[in-house]
């Protein structure tokens, strides 16, 4: 076969049941089973959840049951912070991205060195100093035909933003994937993993 594997991205786990969380263990411990047999890999993408959140939430989706299935690679996809909270804030704080990983690291014990860290390339534009609700995804292109793009301040994470008619943009540029990937490495991540819109930046 002419590829490595699959990396299964199911959204909206955080919603589920417990119901739905133990057919998707079934699901993936099959897959697994199959995928074995060929030499293939099976990498899973998960929500970003830290120790807050897993104590706060009530959910049935469980770092520690994904773990039990010694699967090849477990993403984390840090990212998307902003929903339902009030601009300005950034897709991808490094704070929120610390806890996560740490949260991740004890919860997986000796599969977390499978861990991979999920890095944003894309941009967003929202209403500016309000609850971020309603986004509109953009290509970088976009963002850098904007009067504004030059004006743009980058934050303590490396995102960069701006505010334009009252809108405000995020985007993310190959300093920030640099900056991101050297971070993550540095709280003990080995890979990484990059959600692009085509025509993004990639790493300098």
């Known amino acids: 076969m002419d590829f490595d594997g699959v990396e299964i991205d199911f959204e909206g786990s955080l919603e589920w049941s417990v119901e739905d969380f133990e057919n ?7 897959l697994k089973g199959e995928f074995e047999k060929f030499d293939l890999e099976v990498i899973v993408d998960m929500p970003a959840i ?11 989706y469980k770092y520690s ?5 010694g699967l090849d690679g477990y993403v984390l996809m840090m990212y998307d912070y902003m929903y339902g909270k009030i601009d300005p804030v950034g897709i991808s704080p490094e704070d929120w991205v610390e806890r996560v990983v740490n949260f991740a690291m004890d919860e997986f014990g000796e599969e977390k060195t499978k861990l991979i860290g999920g890095i944003h390339s894309y941009a967003y ?8 609700r309603d986004l509109e995804y953009l290509r970088f292109v976009d963002i850098q035909k904007n009067s504004k793009y030059l004006e743009a301040v980058r934050d303590s994470s490396g995102e960069l933003s701006f505010v334009d008619q009252g809108k405000r943009y995020y985007f993310a540029d190959s300093i920030y994937l640099q900056k991101r990937k050297d971070f993550l490495e540095e709280l003990g991540l080995q890979q990484v993993n990059v959600w692009q819109i085509i025509g993004n930046p990639w790493f300098e």
């Open 24 to 30: 998707y263990i079934e699901f993936l411990a099959e």
């Open 50 to 60: 830290d120790n807050q959140m897993n104590l706060q939430v009530d959910h049935p």
């Open 65 to 69: 049951r994904i773990a039990q299935l």
């Open 125 to 132: 534009r929202t209403e500016a100093s309000k609850v971020v």
